[in-house]
């Protein structure tokens, strides 16, 4: 898969179906060299128009500053004339700011190295190998190992860089990013993931023009507002094709992914840890590594690129024991109660629930310290036996006697300045001494930087998910960083705190894993404030987003699937009118779009009409029809809702192709309207199928389509079997 032409000085890291070039110019500079369809030979030197001015600084001594400027590399540094983006800066001991790495090595190894606390893909050592291309700058006494790993079964590439100070003197890193791609223009358009809390990860494809053009978060979290996912695709890309470059971080905090147009009209696109408040001392003999960014192109359109995503994460990313198993149906008391419950309305709700099919009941935020509102106890990790009478163990016992699983809400990253832990620890929280602290509803941020902080929480944690059988945890974060200052770091580490933050988040989530193996964790942040890469390394699920209203939910989750496989949303059925838009849409339309989720209820089930008590009968029972295809198939799109404006449609194909679900969403019904014929997608043309109760040929359905009659009513949906015969 990976290989090095000694004579060419060109290694080249095939997948399947594709390619990725590097070229090393001078013996000194690590270029890049091609990113596309697949190539067989490794004589591309010519790709670098080394015969074209400016020419390299061993033969132009004269003009290294406009080689710098317009080579395309793989790891650009500043301060020495390349003027794009660098993905590298550095601070000496003497203030100066300016690297240059010199080629020293490489090596090919089987397998992937762990990237120490930090989530990465993985792989076993026949299933993927790495390159690493070793670089050292003489002066700062700085190793830089460029990391590339390509699998066996995806398309996908993975890139990070760890950078060593084997000199005698401390150093700071400034900027590091995790990955570099520079290429010619195609007329590239830029796609990003954008919006805000309850309309998380809506599309937004627009021309890329002269300059930079960014999608950032230093918000402490990837974010409600912007996502670390960044495509160029050529113009004319659809679903079904085009090109696409696409970058993903694995990784959960400050980020930035850019797209820069050249004076040359090449484009350098870059993906790493937002420089915005970051600065990392490298102490000799210390390390810093930079989180992993996963790499797809294809030639395909976006379809391709999102099945390849899909696999990746499901083969290599997400290792949860409940990733490849049924997760219960389950039901979360917030939209039902917020904080007003105790445990008689939780067992009234579960009783309800058992009846229909629901498997587990969740227990959201309000059941611990004094906490009414979401004005206190954020840290006061134990349960108000005000509101749950006869303890934790007793609720928990009570709900598995009505066959049911239990789960529960913490938050363990806040804490309240209402708080017994406040009171006790005020120093705990991230704060900029002698200003006040930002508070966002009410609550502060903890130093998870500090190892003391973090093991402190989460030994209370853990004591409450040792004191009963808890099934499920839904972790929440519901605030953003600021005031970012801690009172255990000296001066000149204080720009380490995000990310140390992070590994602090990270540990904590390693070490409940570790302790509870077959928990299954949903990540949670205000909505879907984190719904990224790095999370699911952790979860096999994350909770998608706060609008739980089945129109909303098309764009949230067409935005989310264009990443992250349907398993991984968390998707839930609520009541009407929405909480969070007022709409009233049909109960089984609801249902239709949390299927292609996790699937869940977050409602008062104990309100609901004899009819829509029925409903959920249907649907807890469909869902059992259905999960393993919508969990373990590929997924492809039709129509786009938020592009058209009237309607939705997608589908999933079992990887054998012997079976199909396809989802359809009227939004608005129109007058006077023809039915109209939907193009599957994903099928075997040559197979036959039944559908509808029709018996059809496989192309036919693909190219003819499926019959679809115009529904009178809003919101309506329809959810679509294909067999094969
Ligand atoms: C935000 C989450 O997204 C909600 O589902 C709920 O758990 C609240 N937090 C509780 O505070």
């Known amino acids: 898969m990976i290989r090095f032409d000694e004579k060419n000085k060109v290694f080249l890291l095939n997948t399947e179906h594709t390619s990725y070039g590097i070229a090393l110019t001078d013996d000194r500079y690590v270029c890049h060299l091609y990113y596309g369809s697949r190539l067989e030979e490794t004589d591309l030197r010519y790709l670098l128009r080394e015969d074209e001015g400016p020419f390299t600084p061993s033969s132009n001594k004269r003009e290294t500053g406009s080689f710098l400027d317009s080579a395309p590399m793989e790891y650009p540094e500043s301060g020495m004339g390349d003027y794009r983006e660098s993905a590298l800066r550095i601070r000496s001991a003497a203030g100066y700011r300016a690297s240059e790495l010199v080629y020293e090595g490489y090596e090919i190894m089987a397998g992937k190295p762990r990237l120490e606390g930090l989530p990465a893909t993985w792989g076993a050592d ?44 401390p150093f700071y890193i400034e900027k590091a990013l995790s990955a570099c791609l520079d290429m010619d223009d195609r007329g590239f358009e830029v796609m990003g993931l954008f919006g805000s809390w309850a309309r998380e990860r809506r599309i937004q494809r627009i021309p890329l023009g002269y300059g930079r053009q960014n999608i950032a978060s230093f918000r402490g979290e990837s974010s409600h507002q912007e996502h670390p996912f960044l495509a160029l695709v050529t113009p004319e890309t659809t679903q079904d094709t085009g090109e696409v470059y696409a970058m993903n971080f694995v990784y959960s905090g400050n980020f930035i992914a850019q797209a820069e147009k050249s004076q040359f009209d090449s484009v350098r696109m870059t993906m790493g840890i937002h420089p915005e408040g970051f600065t990392w001392k490298l102490e000799p003999g210390e390390s810093f590594t930079a989180p992993e960014v996963v790499m797809v192109y294809s030639s395909e359109g976006l379809g391709k690129m999102t099945r390849t995503f899909h696999d990746l994460y499901r083969n290599h990313l997400i290792r949860s024991p409940w990733l490849h198993r049924k997760r219960p149906i389950l039901i979360n008391n917030w939209e039902a109660t917020y904080f007003d419950f105790d445990e008689k309305k939780l067992l009234e709700i579960a009783e309800d629930a058992s009846e229909l099919g629901i498997e587990m009941l969740v227990m959201d ?57 406040y009171r006790q620890h005020p120093d705990w929280a991230l704060q900029v001494p002698g200003r006040d602290i930002t508070q966002s509803r009410a609550q502060y941020v903890l130093d998870l930087s500090r190892e003391e902080v973090a093991d402190g929480v989460y030994e209370m944690i853990a004591e409450v998910l040792h004191s009963a059988d808890i099934s499920y945890v839904k972790w929440d974060m519901n605030r953003q960083l600021a005031t970012m200052g801690s009172y255990a770091w000296p001066a000149d580490r204080q720009g380490e705190l995000y990310h140390r933050y992070m590994l602090g988040v990270y540990r904590m989530q390693e070490r409940l894993l570790a302790d509870f193996p077959d928990l299954l964790l949903e990540n949670c942040s205000g909505g879907g ?51 969070t838009v007022g709409r009233v849409t049909p109960f089984v339309t609801r249902g239709h779009v949390a299927l292609s989720g996790t699937f869940g209820y977050e409602l008062d089930i104990t309100k609901l009409t004899d ?115």
């Not at 719904?531 to 909770?543: E, K």
């Open 365 to 421: 935020d309000g059941w611990f310290g004094k906490r009414s509102n979401d004005d206190s106890s954020l840290g006061d990790w134990r349960v108000n036996e005000e509101k749950i009478r006869g303890g934790l163990n007793s609720l928990v016992e009570n709900v598995k006697k009505l066959g049911m699983k239990f789960g529960i809400w913490i938050e363990p990253e806040m804490i309240s300045p209402d708080s017994e832990l």
């Open 529 to 579: 404030a984190r719904f990224d890469a790095g999370m699911l390394y952790y979860s096999p699920q994350i909770w998608c987003s706060d609008d739980t209203d089945a129109v909303e939910r098309l764009s949230i989750q067409e935005g989310t699937a264009l990443i992250y496989p349907v398993s991984a949303m968390g998707a839930h059925v609520s009541v009407c009118p929405n909480h």
């Open 126 to 169: 026949s299933a993927c190998s790495t390159l690493k291309i070793y670089c050292r700058d003489q002066l700062l006494g700085m190793k830089v190992t460029l990391l590339y790993s390509v699998f066996q079964d995806s398309d996908a590439l993975t890139r990070s860089a760890i950078i060593e100070n084997e000199g005698k003197e």
């Open 611 to 725: 009819e829509e008590k029925a409903i959920v009968k249907a649907q807890t029972a469909e869902y059992h029809r259905y999960n393993d295809l919508i969990r373990e198939g590929d997924y492809y799109r039709m129509e786009s809702y938020t592009e058209n404006k009237d309607r939705d449609s997608w589908m999933i194909v079992s990887k054998e192709k012997d079976r199909a679900l396809v989802f359809c969403v009227q939004v608005l019904s129109g007058a006077n309207r023809k039915s109209r014929f939907l193009r599957l997608k994903g099928l075997d043309p040559d197979r036959r199928y039944v559908a509808d109760g029709r018996e059809y040929q496989g192309s036919t359905l693909m190219r003819a389509g499926l019959r679809i009659p115009a529904e009178s009513g809003d919101f309506k949906s329809r959810l679509i079997e294909i067999r094969q015969v």
